[in-house]
């Protein structure tokens, strides 16, 4: 049996809990599946460390993730590309000694570092590996990545799978373009993931993280999960009107209006998101930590905090502390054809 890569067109579409989540349903079906991820452009990548947690890996974060690339890295020497693809390999023999099936997460994109030579195609090639295609499908033609996916990748490529997919599109995803892609491309579709806040929502850790926040209080609380963003630029008195129309949610506010603050707090909010490096009065924190809400503190304005959010896409991933999520993901896994995924990897 080959390995399985699975990478994506472009980032943001749900990769890497895909690629966890595929490993755990594999896993608990009774295979001896383990993950690698070659490469990473990033040293706060937590990817490796979720899957040796959740898969129960006994390998180093060193054997599991052994390469870090980032972009600035381009000039890299041939000796130095050599070397990066010598480490990779050592990794790859590791792991294929302990485990039957490796499912390997591409690095950001599949055609990353192909200048490297070090995309998703040649890695690969290194792990002895069939590619699955992760794609968006919030909207028609993010079926056209699939058919740019099997431009690139030929015939390493088994099929892809749809994120992100509104309830609206999915009949029509399932009766045309599922088959069509079949039919006249010989691109094999085996899952729509819809778009449920459930399984990407993040958790206030992670919001904190993407907007480099501190934590005020709630420290016990930073795995509450964040499926809303709210701005709380209203006066006090419609606050709590507006804020009961929405779950789980963020509240962005200024850190000079702890009424506002206090006003979202009596409602299913996750975390109280104060801009302007203003700290709120000390009963504004003591609510927070009775309540079990955390406050993080930001440096930018409001405006400046939401436009970030807004263009960075924060996901969830999955962690070992999140059994809702993980419950979640297993269920929607029962609709993904991942049997017919294995058979696609089998000689």
Same mark, same amino acid.
């Given at each position: 049996?080959k390995?399985l890569?699975?990478?994506?067109?472009?980032?943001?579409?749900?990769k890497?809990?895909?690629?966890l989540?595929l490993a755990?349903?594999?896993?608990e079906d +009774?295979? *001896?599946v383990? @993950?690698?991820?070659p490469? #990473?452009?990033?040293?706060?990548d937590? &990817?490796?460390?979720?899957?040796?947690?959740?898969?129960?890996m006994k390998?180093?974060l060193?054997v599991?993730?052994?390469v870090?690339v980032?972009?600035?890295e381009y000039d890299?020497?041939?000796e130095?590309i050599?070397e #990066?693809k010598?480490k990779?390999?050592?990794?790859?023999?590791?792991?294929?000694?302990?485990?039957e099936l490796?499912?390997?997460e591409?690095?950001?994109?599949?055609n990353?570092?192909?200048?490297?030579?070090?995309?998703?195609?040649e =890695?690969?090639?290194?792990c *002895?590996a069939?590619i $699955? =295609?992760?794609?968006? +499908?919030?909207?028609?033609e993010?079926?056209?990545?699939?058919?740019?996916g099997k431009?690139?990748?030929? &015939?390493?490529l088994?099929? +892809?799978?749809?994120?992100?997919v509104? !309830?609206?599109?999915?009949q029509?995803f399932?009766s045309f373009?599922?088959p069509?892609l079949k039919s006249? @491309? +010989?691109i094999?579709?085996?899952?729509l993931?819809?778009?449920r #806040?459930? %399984?990407v929502?993040p958790?206030?850790?992670?919001?904190?993280?993407a907007?480099?926040?501190q934590?005020l209080?709630? !420290?016990?609380? %930073? *795995? *509450?999960?964040?499926?809303d963003f709210?701005?709380g630029a209203m006066?006090?008195?419609?606050?709590l009107?507006y804020f009961r129309?929405?779950?789980n949610?963020a509240?962005?506010?200024?850190?000079?209006r702890?009424?506002?603050?206090?006003a979202?707090?009596e409602t299913d909010t996750?975390v109280?998101i104060l801009?302007?490096?203003? =700290?709120p009065p000390?009963?504004?924190l003591a609510?927070s930590?009775?309540?079990?809400i955390?406050?993080?503190?930001v440096?930018?304005d409001?405006f400046s905090?939401?436009?970030? $959010?807004?263009q960075i896409?924060?996901?969830?991933? $999955?962690?070992? !502390?999140q059994?809702?999520?993980?419950a979640?993901w297993?269920?929607?896994f029962?609709?993904v &054809? @991942?049997k017919g995924?294995?058979?696609?990897?089998? &000689?």
């Amino acid at each position: 049996m080959k390995n399985l890569l699975i990478t994506s067109i472009n980032p943001g579409v749900g990769k890497s809990t895909f690629t966890l989540a595929l490993a755990m349903k594999l896993k608990e079906d +009774g295979m *001896n599946v383990g @993950y690698f991820k070659p490469i #990473t452009d990033s040293s706060k990548d937590t &990817d490796a460390a979720d899957a040796k947690q959740l898969l129960e890996m006994k390998e180093d974060l060193s054997v599991i993730n052994p390469v870090l690339v980032s972009v600035f890295e381009y000039d890299m020497k041939p000796e130095q590309i050599e070397e #990066t693809k010598s480490k990779i390999q050592t990794a790859f023999k590791t792991l294929s000694e302990s485990y039957e099936l490796l499912v390997i997460e591409g690095c950001r994109k599949v055609n990353y570092l192909a200048f490297l030579g070090l995309s998703a195609l040649e =890695l690969s090639l290194i792990c *002895n590996a069939r590619i $699955l =295609l992760v794609s968006s +499908g919030e909207e028609i033609e993010d079926a056209d990545r699939l058919l740019l996916g099997k431009s690139y990748l030929g &015939d390493k490529l088994i099929g +892809g799978a749809f994120t992100l997919v509104p !309830d609206q599109l999915i009949q029509h995803f399932e009766s045309f373009i599922i088959p069509h892609l079949k039919s006249n @491309y +010989g691109i094999e579709v085996f899952g729509l993931i819809p778009s449920r #806040t459930d %399984l990407v929502a993040p958790t206030v850790t992670e919001i904190q993280s993407a907007l480099g926040a501190q934590v005020l209080s709630g !420290d016990e609380h %930073l *795995n *509450n999960l964040v499926e809303d963003f709210v701005v709380g630029a209203m006066e006090p008195e419609a606050a709590l009107k507006y804020f009961r129309k929405s779950v789980n949610k963020a509240v962005i506010t200024g850190g000079d209006r702890p009424r506002i603050a206090l006003a979202a707090m009596e409602t299913d909010t996750s975390v109280v998101i104060l801009t302007g490096s203003i =700290l709120p009065p000390v009963g504004v924190l003591a609510r927070s930590e009775e309540k079990g809400i955390p406050i993080l503190l930001v440096a930018q304005d409001t405006f400046s905090t939401v436009k970030k $959010l807004t263009q960075i896409h924060v996901y969830g991933k $999955l962690t070992q !502390d999140q059994s809702e999520k993980i419950a979640a993901w297993s269920e929607i896994f029962n609709k993904v &054809d @991942y049997k017919g995924i294995l058979n696609k990897l089998v &000689d």
